[in-house]
């Protein structure tokens, strides 16, 4: 990641970067720091070059193992839904890193974030673009986010970016009393984006929008 690309794009994107700011505040996406956050995350950097010009679009795409980055406003959206009921020192725990882009934006509103990806080799390059871009209050690692990650739990908020057919019950097991779990459910073609929130030890849920997400699978991919 040289500095050259970084800057050219950059500066040449500021203004797409303010349009598609501008789109997700008439979408209804609110919080200063979420749209702070877009504004200032370099999502071309987060893709293949060869994609770039087409960062600042509200669209997904591709990142390669038949994986994609998520649309910029669902991005904002399942992170304003977390910030709303997350602490200001929250930790969160997030399934389906991918390339870091939910990750990082994240990152920047709260304390720590752990992320799982079952995806090997797309983590380790992740992994790589995290540290080059000094995001440092996140960790990673290779696994099947089905299981969570119960050492550091349990989590402020839990964020998945991975469509399940049901709910995996460690995620609501490692939530906190009063957190929150972002999560699309749903089959393959369509799901509705889904809010959990445990109060008093029961569960409640809440329907956001209709969603579609790659599917979240099991097991590892080395
Ligand atoms: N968060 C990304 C979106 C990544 S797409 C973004 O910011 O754009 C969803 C990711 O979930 C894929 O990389 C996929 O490999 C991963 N995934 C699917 N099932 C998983 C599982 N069981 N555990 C961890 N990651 C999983």
């Given at each position: 990641m040289n500095s050259i690309r970084h800057e050219g794009i950059g500066m040449t994107s500021l203004r797409t970067r303010e349009r598609l700011v501008n789109r997700l505040i008439e979408q209804g996406i609110q919080r200063i720091d979420v749209l702070e956050a877009i504004r200032t995350?370099?999502?071309?950097?987060?893709?293949d070059e060869a994609l770039a010009h087409r960062a600042y679009e509200d669209v997904a795409l591709p990142i390669g193992f038949n994986q994609t980055i998520s649309q910029p406003y669902i991005v904002a959206r399942m992170t304003e839904a977390i910030l709303n009921a997350a602490p200001d020192d929250a930790v969160i725990l997030e399934i389906g890193t991918g390339c870091g882009y939910q990750t990082a934006i994240l990152a920047g509103s709260v304390k720590h974030v752990y992320s799982i990806e079952r995806i090997r080799p797309l983590l380790e390059r992740t992994r790589k673009r995290l540290r080059e871009l000094k995001i440092r209050n996140v960790s990673v690692k290779c696994g099947d986010?089905?299981?969570?990650?119960?050492?550091?739990?349990?989590?402020?908020c839990i964020i998945t970016t991975c469509a399940a057919s049901e709910v995996p019950p460690a995620l609501l097991e490692q939530l906190k009393e009063g957190g929150v779990l972002v999560i699309p459910v749903g089959g393959r073609d369509q799901q509705e984006l889904k809010l959990y929130r445990k109060t008093d030890g029961e569960i409640s849920a809440e329907t956001l929008e209709a969603v579609r997400f790659v599917p979240l699978l099991g097991g590892v991919e080395n």
């Amino acid at each position: 990641m040289n500095s050259i690309r970084h800057e050219g794009i950059g500066m040449t994107s500021l203004r797409t970067r303010e349009r598609l700011v501008n789109r997700l505040i008439e979408q209804g996406i609110q919080r200063i720091d979420v749209l702070e956050a877009i504004r200032t995350t370099p999502r071309h950097l987060f893709i293949d070059e060869a994609l770039a010009h087409r960062a600042y679009e509200d669209v997904a795409l591709p990142i390669g193992f038949n994986q994609t980055i998520s649309q910029p406003y669902i991005v904002a959206r399942m992170t304003e839904a977390i910030l709303n009921a997350a602490p200001d020192d929250a930790v969160i725990l997030e399934i389906g890193t991918g390339c870091g882009y939910q990750t990082a934006i994240l990152a920047g509103s709260v304390k720590h974030v752990y992320s799982i990806e079952r995806i090997r080799p797309l983590l380790e390059r992740t992994r790589k673009r995290l540290r080059e871009l000094k995001i440092r209050n996140v960790s990673v690692k290779c696994g099947d986010g089905n299981l969570g990650w119960p050492q550091h739990a349990p989590y402020d908020c839990i964020i998945t970016t991975c469509a399940a057919s049901e709910v995996p019950p460690a995620l609501l097991e490692q939530l906190k009393e009063g957190g929150v779990l972002v999560i699309p459910v749903g089959g393959r073609d369509q799901q509705e984006l889904k809010l959990y929130r445990k109060t008093d030890g029961e569960i409640s849920a809440e329907t956001l929008e209709a969603v579609r997400f790659v599917p979240l699978l099991g097991g590892v991919e080395n």
